[in-house]
């Protein structure tokens, strides 16, 4: 009786082993979670604390408790779970990169500046967008949604099964068309009116060639994305409901295909 209790404990120990793994990988690029704003400490035990309540009905997908097959099954779980946030932070860039539209039709990419939470280079709005969908996500639930998302692919991809590479190509092929679309789509409007600021501008300076243009352009497109910014700034609650919709569905679709590796 001893012995089969032990037995039992290290195979629930490898089971929170593995999906803690597979949790932790997942939680250090998924957005809001991956912003250096969440501590590691606090990742970790977020991690723990997922699958814990799940950890019992894995315990018999666990590999043997040998050197070789854990170690593998930890890189597996670690690229699973790294590719599940990966695709999580490439559905929610979306709205980052409708603010990066605005900044480079309306004049604001020269005063781009280091980001240290995200780590990358951007300017006003795209910084703007980004932080106001973060607040959003976490205010409307809809990181609950993606969490919920990331729990079921436990369900869809047990702990020894891996993911179809045919699948996350397909997936993220998708994701990457539907990025570009939906930073159209938010950006749009008012991309359209600096566009036709353009066209009026390039006519001043045929009927008027003494008017410096140039000059005059940057300012005129800062004012217009100033006033008229609120009215696409103003569709991002919607669009932040649709991108957490997006995302739990997609986490389940992309490893429900994932009997193994290809």
């Known amino acids: 009786m001893q012995g089969l209790s032990t037995t039992v404990g290290l195979d629930l120990l490898?089971?929170?082993l593995l999906a803690s793994v597979r949790a932790v990988a997942f939680l250090m690029l998924a957005p809001p979670f991956a912003s250096r704003a969440v501590n590691g400490r606090v990742k970790a035990m977020l991690a723990l604390a997922l699958v814990l309540p799940v950890a019992g009905q894995l315990?018999?997908?666990?590999?043997?408790?040998?050197?070789?097959?854990?170690?593998?099954?930890?890189?597996?779980?670690?690229?699973?779970?790294?590719?599940?946030?990966?695709?999580?932070?490439?559905?929610?860039a979306a709205v980052q990169a409708a603010g990066d539209l605005l900044d480079l039709f309306g004049g604001f990419q020269l005063a781009s500046a280091y980001d240290p939470l995200n780590q990358t280079q951007s300017a006003i709005f795209g910084k703007l967008y980004n932080w106001t969908a973060t607040a959003l996500?976490?205010?409307?639930?809809?990181?609950l949604l993606v969490l919920q998302g990331f729990l079921r692919t436990y369900e869809v991809l047990p702990l020894d099964a891996g993911?179809?590479?045919s699948t996350v190509?397909?997936?993220?092929?998708?994701?990457?068309?539907?990025?570009?679309?939906?930073?159209?789509q938010i950006a749009a409007p008012l991309v359209a009116v600096l566009f036709v600021a353009d066209i009026g501008l390039g006519l001043l300076s045929r009927v008027a060639p003494a008017l410096n243009v140039f000059a005059m352009s940057f300012p005129l497109k800062?004012?217009?994305?100033?006033?008229?910014?609120?009215?696409?700034?103003?569709?991002?609650?919607?669009v932040v409901d649709d991108i957490a919709g997006t995302l739990?569905?997609?986490?389940v679709r992309l490893t429900g295909r994932g009997g193994g590796g290809e």
């Open 14 to 16: 490898l089971a929170v």
């Open 137 to 143: 996500l976490v205010l409307s639930g809809g990181h």
């Open 59 to 92: 315990r018999g997908q666990v590999p043997a408790a040998e050197p070789a097959a854990l170690i593998g099954a930890i890189v597996q779980q670690v690229v699973v779970g790294a590719v599940l946030g990966a695709f999580c932070a490439l559905v929610f």
């Open 169 to 184: 190509a397909q997936v993220f092929t998708t994701g990457i068309g539907q990025l570009m679309l939906s930073a159209l």
């Open 222 to 238: 800062i004012l217009i994305v100033l006033t008229l910014g609120g009215f696409a700034f103003a569709v991002l609650p919607e």
């Open 163 to 165: 993911l179809s590479f």
């Open 248 to 251: 739990r569905e997609t986490l």
